[in-house]
């Protein structure tokens, strides 16, 4: 367990319904593009989705665990604050694509609801 998960593990939370909660990977300031060249921050980009931690999950999410990658929309996003760290708060219909070790092992006939 990294140091992340242990701060993650003692959240003073209890998801309802449908709710995930996620840490973003990476601040909103700049990026790095694979050739590794510098992407400002103010530099303008189409729709762009981002990556996240789940860290908690509600009672009625069906398709994420805690500890799953997700991908979800940026702009439609609710942030809370516990802990002194920033969190996202989603819903599941919200995420795009879940990324786990999990999903390989998956039969060919699953429902599609992962990258």
Known sequence: MTADQDLDAGLPIHLLHDRVL???E???GERRSTAGIVIPATAAFG???AWATAVGVGPHVRSIVSGDR???DPDDRSEVELHGRAYVLLRE???HAVAAERVEN???G???LYL
């Open 106 to 108: 998956e039969p060919t």
């Open 26 to 28: 990476n601040g909103e």
């Open 110 to 112: 699953s429902t599609g």
């Open 93 to 95: 219909r919200d995420v």
């Open 47 to 49: 729709k762009r989705l």
């Open 70 to 72: 997700v991908l979800f």
């Open 22 to 24: 996620v840490r973003t």
